[in-house]
């Protein structure tokens, strides 16, 4: 088990803004938690299409509306959001990143019929239903993004925790589903990336000492050459489209139409790149225009669920 967070003021109204008496961090937390929301509702119109089927449908994809192959109500997410909020949910039930407290709250969000989820995913919950094991085999073939796109609970859970011991959280969650070094790298460079822009560092800063130091242990990931469009599943697909977006762009709004507009794992994409965005530009920075056309439950439970996270004690 892996203890969390300095104690905060707890159940703060949830659809307010940060005020003057909430700390940038937390702030910073909660614009984290809606920017994923937003990019999930935001890709899974266009997952799976190329960029010229977007562009000979849509145009510009740049509004939440719903749609795609999950024909999904505006507003409404996917995996990378409600994934998301049951790991969150452990974690404040627990009071820390526990690996057998996720895999059940993974269990019980797939038996609750969630309206998508990867194969990676599936097969290693069902695994898990037989064995009891918080922990799927080591496999270099679990290389999807199905751990990245779930870890901002544990960035938020682990604000100002050590490094070594961010790593350990993040793998008693991910390694339930995605038990890979590739998957495990790009997770904790994420979860680091999204500390720091809550700490207020600066991107090009974060970019040197986050990004290139991932392709520097890994160079698979990088991300300066080609144009990385209809990025797969694949970890790596979607870590290099992120970064491309994130430090191509200089607002909220650009960086989540670029990436999304790239096609292919849209909604994931999406997701981790307003996760980012969300933590470095802040709540003002959102448009208002994709705020309100978030479900009401969503844009509810993502705030509460950011101040609760950066609100646990931390124990020795």
């Known amino acids: 088990m892996f203890w969390t967070g300095d104690l905060i003021a707890r159940n703060a109204p949830v659809r307010r803004r ?10 910073r937390g909660v614009a984290a938690y809606l920017g994923l929301a937003i990019g999930d509702a935001l890709g899974a119109t266009v997952e799976f299409l190329t960029p010229n089927e977007i562009r000979h449908q849509i145009g510009l994809h740049s509004e939440i509306t719903g749609g795609g192959w999950l024909r ?26 526990d690996a057998l407290a996720a895999a059940e709250a993974f269990d019980a969000w797939m038996r609750a019929k969630p309206v998508d989820i990867g194969n990676t995913v599936r097969r290693n ?7 009891g094991k918080p922990e799927a085999p080591a496999s270099e073939h679990d290389a999807g993004n ?10 938020l859970a682990c604000y100002g925790q050590p490094e070594n011991s961010v790593i350990s959280a993040n793998r008693a969650q991910a390694h339930v589903t995605h038990n890979s070094a590739l998957s495990d790298a790009a997770c904790e460079t994420l979860i680091l990336m999204v ?57 909220f709004e650009d960086c989540l139409i670029d990436v999304v507009n790239r096609g292919g794992d849209a909604d994931t994409t999406g997701a981790i790149a307003g996760m980012l965005a969300g933590a470095y530009y802040g709540l003002d920075s959102i448009p208002k225009r994709w705020l309100k056309a978030i479900d009401e439950n969503i844009a509810t439970q993502c705030p509460a669920q950011a101040r609760a996270l950066l609100a646990l004690p931390r124990h020795p």
């Open 18 to 27: 940060a005020g003057p008496s909430e700390a940038p961090h937390i702030a």
């Open 195 to 251: 500390q720091d822009f809550l700490a207020g560092k600066d991107p090009v800063l974060v970019e040197r000492e986050r990004a290139q130091k991932l392709v520097s242990e890994f160079p698979v990931f990088a991300y300066d050459k080609r144009r990385r469009e209809n990025p797969s599943g694949y970890v790596v697909d979607t870590m290099q489209a992120v970064f491309q977006s994130f430090f191509a762009t200089e607002t």
């Open 125 to 131: 919950l069902i695994a898990f239903r037989t064995t």
């Open 72 to 97: 999904l109500k505006a507003g409404k997410v996917t995996d990378d959001t409600t994934m998301s909020l049951a790991l969150g949910e452990s974690i404040i039930a627990r009071g820390c990143v």
């Open 146 to 155: 199905g751990a990245a796109m779930r870890v901002l609970p544990v960035a």
